[in-house]
């Protein structure tokens, strides 16, 4: 199994910024590096989105909506994956899960939630 725990979320005003870390740990994945790991997004009455993915062999892709602000990072020895997230805006408000792929299964957190204020 695999246990995926997001840290980082908070309260902040627009324009400002914050840094999402997310870790993963379990047996399969000290022995298989994850193929993919992304974050996504979910407000309130809203579907969960994809906001930004990165691959094993460092391919990144973003959402438009937060390309140019927010950046994706993995460590894959220490099997964590960061967001760090700039110029922060109102609509950016949500629920932000990480997600880990490995052998064609995803694995999720529990979502930390991210707020922006005016």
């Known amino acids: 199994q695999v246990q995926v725990v997001e840290s980082g979320g908070g309260l902040v005003q627009a324009g400002g910024s914050l840094r999402l870390s997310c870790a993963a740990s379990?047996?399969?994945?000290?022995?298989?590096?994850?193929?993919?790991m992304g974050w996504y997004r979910q407000a309130p009455g809203k579907q969960r989105e994809l906001v930004a993915s990165?691959?094993?062999?460092?391919?990144?892709s973003y959402s438009d909506s937060v390309k140019g602000r927010f950046t994706i990072s993995g460590d894959n020895a220490k099997n964590t994956v960061y967001l760090e997230m700039n110029s922060l805006k109102l609509e950016d408000t949500a629920v932000y899960y990480c997600?880990?792929?490995?052998?064609?299964?995803?694995?999720w957190g529990q979502g930390t939630q991210v707020t922006v204020s005016s």
């Open positions: 379990g047996s399969i994945i000290r022995l298989i590096n994850p193929n993919r």
């Open positions: 997600q880990f792929g490995v052998l064609g299964n995803d694995y």
């Open positions: 990165i691959t094993s062999s460092g391919r990144t």
